[in-house]
């Protein structure tokens, strides 16, 4: 089975700086998804980047980019200018390509905190 | 925003009683899915469906059933709800045009058994 681990329970970053979360996952497969979804308080769930394993470039989503490195099963999330409203807890997601139906496994989570 | 709606957004009640979850969609997306969440395990699937009539179990289906007669209704029923299925629910959807389609989520409803 599929598992993504997120190591960092929390992290925090000053306001205008630039903070790295990092995410793992396992899998056998060679076609998949990854993402990065935002939880703010309001508890809504927000997509802040999408990455496709066979795409070499990594993706990037204004202040958002990811590091992704497949061999190393590795795909962090480092968020640049960091804006208070950039505070929330972070997920990161996997997903099968194929006929996975789109079915999400995800981390535990990073909460994330910016002070002014 | 996508046009997804969960009812009730806030639930109390008692253990034993049944509970239903209501997922509404307005993208007439085919993929419909419904999560939980809890603290230390980020969100975890409990059961999807591919098309009107057609669902299938996820990770944590035990003590949940669904069903989808119409496209823009997902359902989620709690038969006999127990204080472990106190929880955070979100459905979401995809248009699964392929497999890695983005997944929209809906507000959340919170769920709480006493």
């Known amino acids: 089975a599929q598992t993504v681990t997120q190591s960092q329970p929390e992290m925090s970053v000053q306001e205008a700086e630039t903070v790295t979360l990092s995410c793992t996952y396992d899998?056998?497969?060679?076609?998949?998804?990854l993402f990065w979804y935002k939880q703010p308080p309001s508890r809504q769930m927000i997509l802040v980047i999408r990455?496709?394993?066979?795409?070499?470039q990594n993706a990037t989503e204004n202040r958002f980019s990811v590091n992704f490195q497949k061999a190393a099963k590795s795909f962090s999330l480092k968020i640049s200018d960091s804006q208070l409203g950039d505070a929330a807890m972070y997920f990161c997601?996997?997903?099968?390509?194929?006929?996975?139906?789109?079915?999400?496994?995800f981390g535990q989570g990073t909460i994330l905190t910016v002070h002014p | 925003d996508a046009g997804i709606t969960q009812s009730p957004r806030h639930k109390v009640t008692e253990t034993g009683t049944p509970v239903t979850l209501r997922c509404h969609q307005t993208?007439?997306?085919?993929?419909m899915y419904w999560y939980r969440q809890d603290p230390g395990h980020g969100l975890r699937l409990i059961h999807y469906?591919?098309?009107?009539?057609?669902?299938d179990k996820g990770e944590v289906s035990d003590g949940y059933s669904v069903s989808r007669s119409k496209t823009e209704d997902f359902l989620l029923t709690l038969e006999s709800a127990t204080s472990s299925q106190t929880s955070v629910y979100f459905c979401a959807i995809s248009g699964g045009r392929q497999g890695g389609d983005t997944q929209y989520f809906g507000p959340g409803t919170r769920l709480t058994v006493l």
């Open positions: 993208e007439n997306h085919r993929y």
């Open positions: 990455q496709e394993a066979y795409k070499q």
């Open positions: 469906s591919y098309g009107v009539k057609d669902t």
């Open positions: 899998t056998s497969e060679s076609d998949y998804y």
């Open positions: 997601a996997y997903t099968a390509g194929g006929t996975s139906y789109g079915k999400l496994t």
